[in-house]
């Protein structure tokens, strides 16, 4: 293994992870997280991704011991609504934010990979164009790397290639690689069918009316 | 509650938490980590601090389900062994550093202040005179706050009163706020006895003798 990467089973980061192993050949390993979220059927994605490339080691971590800490978001907490996409723009944190939750993260796959003495650790962080976290940014990584810079002995640093990409540009990538997004899952409110109405619904149907495809996953609206 | 501090129940950490309720009036919640440490006994010393200064929230955050991670320190894997003092003079990178065990806390730490809404984390780190860890440093403190000074709502900022201290620096401090130093572990070893001869009974006992003060723990070593 030459690397660590999180993914979490939406679009992005299984994006990423058919990028790394069939473009750039790398052989990382996964890491994924379970942090009370209603949409855990991304996890199922997850691990079903990694059985498809024949991944060496996947690592679901579970936070759920401490899921009181994360339940001040909409994605975890049964009394918090999941917010539509207009709720949601021009808003710097929505409610859909997860404390620290990218930090956390990273600072445990960068800890799974000083143990595996590798120094890559990669994540699926988007510029997104409608609203956006202040941890997905190329100045949140750029910061983060001057830290772990100062690490005197084998130092990891970060990457997410995708960090300028559009939503729709990542699909265009995916699609090149002929990722099955059937196995993916993006939707926050944890039904059977996607809500479609959701942010992270809204960005995914809006990258495939871009790239003009056709989900393959079911929604509940038409 | 207006922080949250990190004890691990050290001499370091406990004077922190004492100097912080009885010196800064501070209403700390307190974080504390079980990650498979031979040591574990400093969590029972944390408990004993926490309930000694009447603290409201106390979490122990258990990560020894990712014990893989950490199990590549001599201070949790049993076949690496605790080096004594003079094994780790000049070394950048001791055997006893734990992978990103500090970012990995302070995550935590971050997301759990976030989540009490309130603004400010405290850690003990402590500028040794012998060795030293990365994540432990002034410039480790700046770069991590460049960070998360990034996030656009209500911003966490970390402080270590103590990074510039000496370990006799803060002996003195903990002695004129009458800490209990009978109720604080340091030695990595792990036994019932402190050995006298790890790094951090090495800096332990030099603070002590630098102060004119007898430690009040029992060591396998006279």
Redesign the interface.
């Known amino acids: 293994m030459d690397s660590v990467v999180i993914v979490s089973g939406g679009m992005d980061s299984v994006t990423l992870l058919q990028f790394l192993v069939k473009r750039e050949k790398r052989d990382p390993a996964v890491m994924t997280f379970q942090y009370g979220q209603k949409h855990s059927r991304e996890i199922d994605c997850a691990k079903a991704q990694v059985a498809l490339l024949g991944i060496k080691a996947h690592?679901v971590?579970?936070l759920r011991?401490?899921q009181?800490?994360?339940?001040?978001s909409a994605l975890v907490s049964e009394d918090i609504s999941i917010p539509n996409i207009q709720d949601v723009v021009g808003d710097?944190?929505p409610a859909t934010y997860v404390?620290?939750?990218n930090?956390?993260f990273?600072?445990?796959a960068?800890?799974?990979a000083?143990?595996l003495k590798v120094n890559r650790v990669f994540y699926g962080a988007q510029a997104h164009d409608l609203y956006g976290y202040?941890?997905t940014?190329p100045?949140?990584l750029a910061?983060?790397n001057?830290?772990y810079s100062?690490?005197?002995?084998d130092a990891?640093r970060i990457e997410a290639p995708f960090v300028q990409y559009s939503k729709a540009d990542v699909l265009r990538t995916g699609v090149s690689l002929e990722v099955d997004y059937a196995q993916t899952w993006s939707c926050y409110a944890g039904q059977d069918k996607a809500c479609g109405k959701c942010p992270t619904c809204a960005e995914r149907l809006k990258a495939f009316e871009e790239v003009g495809l056709v989900d393959p996953i079911s929604y509940a609206v038409s």
Do not use: C, H
């Open positions: 690592m971590v579970d011991a401490t009181a800490i994360f339940g001040t710097n944190q404390p620290n939750r930090m956390l990273l600072a445990y960068v800890a799974y000083e143990s202040w941890d940014t100045e949140f910061r983060l001057d830290v100062l690490n005197r002995k990891v």
